[in-house]
T-cell receptor, first 108, second 113 residues
Framework: GQSLEQPSEVTAVEGAIVQINCTYQ??????LSWYQQHDGGAPTFLSYNGLDGLEETGRFSSFLSRSDSYGYLLLQELQMKDSASYFC?????????FGAGTTVTVRA | SQTIHQWPATLVQPVGSPLSLECTVEGTSNPNLYWYRQAAGRGLQLLFY??????ISSEVPQNLSASRPQDRQFILSSKKLLLSDSGFYLC????????????FGPGTRLTVT
């Protein structure tokens, strides 16, 4: 089976940088995805790391280290609209297994 | 462009009643399809996934079932709902081979009373 750990909550001010860590234990690992979910809404795909290293998409970046079974999502230049839950998810052949999510609260 | 539809948006059902939630995808062929359940303030629990018509894989043993009668239609059913079936049900699709990038429907909020 799969096991993922990520912090439950993070609070930061507008303009700050937030890093959400994700550690995992799994078999048949293909890569690590990140999703954002606003309160009451559906999750939306943010990024995917299939290989070690950093992937950058605008203000968001994601990193993976397979040897450490570790990844993170970096949110830069935080904006109020970034207040949401963020989920890491490990990919195997046919499916994703999601972590419990990190609630990010951005304060003015 | 691709679109995913789910209905109804909200549903209140008594314990012991049947359930049928429908999900359809437009604008793509032979997608992988998924059903998830999310309890309040929790992560997403994968219930079923399908890589083709009539091909259903169950991840969690429970009183729910899924069917895929057409390429872009995925149905979640139950014969008798339990209180523990309450939650936010999400359907998602991905391209075959792009399991990491899933697109979610708007969800159905089910309350079993």
């Amino acid at each position: 089976g799969q096991s993922l750990e990520q912090p439950s909550e993070v609070t930061a001010v507008e303009g700050a940088i937030v890093q959400i860590n994700c550690t995992y234990q799994t078999s048949g690992f293909y890569g690590l995805s990140w999703y954002q979910q606003h309160d009451g809404g559906a999750p939306t795909f943010l990024s995917y790391n299939g290989l070690d290293g950093l992937e950058e998409t605008g203000r968001f970046s994601s990193f993976l280290s397979r040897s450490d079974s570790y990844g993170y999502l970096l949110l830069q230049e935080l904006q109020m609209k970034d207040s949401a839950s963020y989920f890491c998810a490990v990919r195997d052949d046919y499916k994703l297994s999601f972590g419990a999510g990190t609630t990010v609260t951005v304060r003015a | 462009s691709q679109t995913i539809h789910q209905w109804p948006a909200t549903l209140v059902q008594p314990v012991g009643s049947p359930l049928s939630l429908e999900c359809t995808v437009e604008g793509t062929s032979n997608p992988n399809l998924y059903w998830y359940r999310q309890a309040a303030g929790r992560g997403l629990q994968l219930l079923f996934y399908s890589v083709g018509i009539g091909q259903i894989s169950s991840e969690v043993p429970q009183n729910l079932s899924a069917s895929r009668p057409q390429d872009r239609q995925f149905i979640l059913s139950s014969k008798k709902l339990l209180l523990s079936d309450s939650g936010f049900y999400l359907c998602a699709w991905s391209e075959d081979g792009a399991v990491h990038e899933q697109y979610f429907g708007p969800g159905t909020r089910l309350t079993v009373t």
